[in-house]
């Protein structure tokens, strides 16, 4: 996971997303299977004489260094813990933005995370609810293992079979989809209703291919490419199972093995050179990631 003073930022994904009903609030309570990839985005973080925050990396340039999410867990760790954070946080985004992947999300916990480490600061018995503030994502990126999340984001029952036998190809056509704009479309059916309780203690891809990702199709309207990308993930390559992940517009497809994933991923890049393929493995813990 960690490498000196360097964490792992790892990319999430939404092995299905279902809509179970729209709260009086205006948010959405979910049902989702959520694990990690090996792939994500790098943060450094040393103690400063002074809070400093840089960016770089090849999707560093979309982000705004004044609005970042790492600036607002900076302030809101001060607040929880009452005191002052001094720190240089460097933060290598690997990830596209807006993409599915609870890239932001992933780098506020690690960076909640690094901070109790590198401090030695017992957690606050208010971390969850603090958690859940900085974003939806943030509780189940914080606690860095597979799990089905329920309601905003809040509830999380660990899964404890393993998820990790699966090759991971992940394609983007590095257009941005917003998240607010495709619940603010979504329209919630009687066949959006969650089909059955989660009860198995493998990861089984027939009951996967039974659920959805309820924000799928919403998606596709937006952006006619996410249907393209999984359409021919589906036909032309050996793709074991194949979806979007979280609002879009990143896809991704499991593979048996080494063999059929780099296969499948030298026919992406001939049929997308414009698009970012990248391919990855499923891990169950933040904890089984090696830094190198």
Not at 95 to 113: D, H, K
Not at 237 to 245: F, G, I, P, V
Not at 263 to 287: D, H, Q
Request: hydrophobic fraction near 40%; charge should be positive; include cysteine.
């Amino acid at each position: 996971m960690r490498k000196l003073n360097k964490f792992i930022s790892p990319a999430k994904l939404n092995l299905y997303l279902e809509v179970t009903s729209k709260r009086k609030d205006g948010f959405h309570n979910l049902e989702s299977l959520m694990t990690f990839c090996e792939l994500g985005d790098v943060i450094k973080i040393e103690k400063s004489n002074s809070f400093q925050l840089k960016i770089k990396g090849p999707f560093g340039k979309f982000l705004d260094l004044n609005e970042n999410i790492i600036l607002r867990v900076i302030n809101g760790l001060e607040k929880l813990y009452e005191r002052k954070f001094k720190v240089c946080v460097t933060l290598e985004k690997n990830l596209p933005i807006s993409s599915g992947m609870g890239g932001g999300s992933s780098n506020a916990a690690t960076v909640i995370r690094a901070i109790h480490e590198i401090f030695r600061i017992k957690e606050s018995k208010n971390i969850d609810d603090f958690l859940i503030s900085i974003g939806a994502d943030v509780p189940f990126c914080y606690y860095g293992k597979s799990a089905i999340i329920k309601g905003i984001g809040e509830k999380i029952e660990f899964v404890n079979h393993e998820l990790c036998n699966y090759y991971v190809l992940l394609i983007n056509p590095l257009k941005e989809v917003s998240t607010k704009k495709i619940f603010e479309k979504l329209k919630i059916l009687k066949k959006n209703k969650v089909k059955k309780e989660i009860k198995f203690n493998k990861l089984n891809l027939e009951f996967l291919k039974e659920k959805e990702n309820h924000l799928e199709a919403v998606a596709i309207r937006e952006l006619l490419q996410i249907k393209t990308i999984l359409e021919f993930l589906k036909s032309k390559t050996d793709s074991l199972y194949s979806r979007m992940t979280g609002s879009g517009a990143t896809c991704f497809s499991f593979y048996k093995n080494k063999e059929s994933l780099k296969i499948a991923e030298n026919m992406l890049r001939l049929k997308f050179p414009s698009f970012w393929v990248m391919k990855t493995k499923l891990v169950n813990s933040i904890n089984d990631i090696n830094l190198v």
